[in-house]
């Protein structure tokens, strides 16, 4: 690397960020300033507090606990780090090296200013001070041995930051296509809101030592038996002494797994040398501060060496070269026969059974088209989502609930799943765009392009509403009949849902951007209209729960065991089966008088 040359450079980047400041104006500039105030204010704020922290409660703390502290920190930064990440994952580099090709200067110059500034984030200008407070906090509280911190403090933010840049030079050249850039871009929030959830899972399964239910159950029977005097206190203590010692158990567990992980796992070795610098333990912390920096320097040098091979158009040639190496001649591929089945049948020509040709041609496209857009994607996903956060917030708790509330709560899972994808099915053609114009132009039946919508949101709509009904069933057990009975009741509120979601895609249908979720800014009538309809699924879902009501009063009345939620949500499936055709034909009248309006709304423009 020339010095003059990257003196020049860290010239021209000064320049270029006046010249932007000078551009955006006085007021564009003022509130950048205030910013910059507000994070030293922070950076200023959270050094003094660790600093605090370490030097009074921290100082008489077990290595285990300053371990666990550690490791929550790191955790806090990794997860500020990924949500910048998620924000801006393709690559922005301060100096574009495609710009200084031409020019006989050094690459690497500009390739280390574009990785020092990649400092410059939220999350480092919050998590550094924090760290550095605190490690110089626990030199002045424990001694001059937390001194090790330092340096494992160091390798891992040159660590975190060098597979980042590394991580982003590959996605850039992986995100040359856009529709796979929207397909990383989903994946990448959808990972981003589980690892959020990460905590809670491992609290519900009882990782953190946390007592199982029956558990707590026992302990609270004895403390209630104390508090009425059943029992002695001599009693008491002899019956909680095992219970206790089973908590122990599960606690000294997973401290034991917690060391491992830190041992094992890079981004522990900070807390790991913490907990071995405060056992006077020089080695795990100097092997750690190694360590990070040896895989930083060779993720840096691999994020520079797959930086000039996207710039220098090195992974396009690649590409074409083995795909000229592996591609088959024209004149040895066999001739497709279109009319055999099986395999060798295009799935977009495949013929669904009981369907005429036309819903099946429909229902075939509009599932591939669920499956391969990324925006889809993310909203098909987001059921899933919404079903491990909330249903791991429910199931923490200690109640067991009665067995008529456990069909009860199966349902409410199932309409919290139904009702995410609402925004889907309730703008069925909001998201075909110009491709709306095929259904006005095609002879078609309108009501067989309404099955064919519903049928391509069927393994969705049915299939996710099973995944919560196994889990309910698998940590509150239901009765084999009304385990079939919820699964039989999933399928008529589906069907339900379908008859709903048509009216609103026909009466208040609303233009989506391309590659996005963004709609256009509806009128008045519309989001009045989707509100309404927004309330009116659960009530026209509540519907399917009169066979269980109806089972409730026949216990109250004090009848025989008679399985009458089974039987009449299977005559309740057959009665809103035999309605909904009926209501395709209403439906697809309505669907034909108002197409014209439709394809006005969805080809309009979004800014």
């Known amino acids: 690397m020339n010095w003059q040359q990257l003196k020049t450079l860290i010239w021209l980047r000064w320049m270029l960020r006046s010249n932007q400041k000078r551009r955006a104006g006085w007021g564009a500039t003022l509130v950048q300033n205030f910013i910059v105030v507000l994070a030293g204010l922070g950076a200023v704020s959270a050094f003094s507090i660790a600093l605090v922290v370490a030097l009074f409660p921290l100082r008489n703390v077990s290595p285990d606990v300053l371990m666990y502290v550690w490791d929550g920190v790191v955790l806090g930064f990794l997860a500020f780090w990924l949500t910048e990440l998620t924000v801006e994952l393709q690559r922005s580099e301060l100096l574009s090296l495609e710009k200084l090709l031409h020019l006989p200067v050094s690459l690497s110059g500009a390739f280390v200013i574009n990785f020092v500034s990649s400092f410059n984030t939220p999350s480092v200008v919050l998590f550094l001070p924090a760290m550095l407070g605190l490690a110089l906090g626990l030199v002045f509280s424990r001694g001059p041995g937390m001194l090790l911190l330092l340096p494992l403090i160091a390798g891992l933010f040159m660590m975190v930051t060098a597979v980042t840049h590394q991580f982003r030079g590959w996605l850039a050249s992986l995100m040359q296509n856009k529709r796979r850039r929207r397909t990383v871009i989903a994946l990448a929030s959808i990972v981003l809101m589980l690892f959020f959830q990460i905590p809670n899972l491992l609290n519900f399964t009882g990782f953190f030592g946390r007592p199982d239910r029956a558990d707590r159950q026992e302990s609270r029977k004895l403390e209630r038996a104390l508090v009425s005097g059943q029992i002695t206190n001599d009693e008491y203590e002899q019956r909680m002494k095992p219970i206790r010692e089973e908590r122990q158990a599960r606690a000294a567990g997973t401290q034991h797994t917690l060391r491992i992980a830190n041992t094992v796992i890079p981004l522990g070795w900070l807390p790991y040398g ?10 795990p912390a100097v092997l750690g501060a190694f360590g990070m920096a040896l895989v930083g320097a060779a993720s840096l040098r691999r994020s520079y060496r797959t930086t000039l091979r996207l710039y220098t158009g090195d992974f396009s040639s690649r590409a074409s070269k083995q795909v000229k190496r592996h591609a088959v001649p024209k004149t040895v591929r066999a001739p497709r026969n279109v009319g055999t089945t099986g395999a060798t049948t295009a799935f977009l020509e495949r013929q669904l059974p009981w369907v005429s040709e036309q819903a099946s041609a429909i229902a075939l496209a509009g599932f591939r088209s669920l499956t391969r857009a990324p925006e889809s994607k993310t909203m098909l996903l987001s059921p899933i989502i919404m079903v491990v956060i909330f249903g791991s917030m429910f199931l923490r708790n200690s109640s067991n609930p009665v067995e008529l509330l456990r069909p009860v709560m199966a349902s409410g899972a199932i309409t919290l799943v139904l009702i995410t994808l609402s925004s889907v099915a ?15 132009l095609a002879a078609a039946p309108r009501k067989d392009i309404l099955l ?7 393994p969705f709509g049915v299939g996710l509403g099973m995944v919560p009904v196994v889990l309910l069933q698998l940590a509150y057990p239901m009765r084999i009949d009304h385990s079939i009975a919820v699964l039989t009741q999933n399928v008529s509120m589906y069907l339900i849902f379908c008859i709903v979601a048509n009216y609103l895609s026909i009466l ?30 659960p009530v026209a879902f509540s519907t399917t729960l009169l066979p269980l009501g109806i089972e409730f009063l026949l216990g109250r009345l004090g009848v025989g065991y008679i399985p009458a939620y089974l039987m009449l949500s299977i005559l309740e499936l057959l009665l809103v089966a035999h309605l909904y055709p009926m209501f395709l034909e209403i439906q697809g009248r309505m669907l034909r008088n108002r197409e014209q309006r439709i394809l006005e709304i969805v080809t309009a423009k979004v800014e």
Do not use: C, Y
């Open 274 to 283: 913490a907990r071995a610098a405060a056992e006077d333990t020089a080695l």
């Open 426 to 440: 309730g703008n069925q053609f909001g998201f075909d765009r110009n491709g709306f114009r095929t259904f006005v």
């Open 508 to 537: 208040a249908p609303v233009a989506i951007a391309p590659g996005s979720l963004k709609p256009a800014k509806p009128k008045g009538m519309a989001i009045l209209i989707h509100l309404a309809f927004f309330l009116l699924f």
């Open 452 to 458: 064919g919508k519903n049928l391509a949101l069927l």
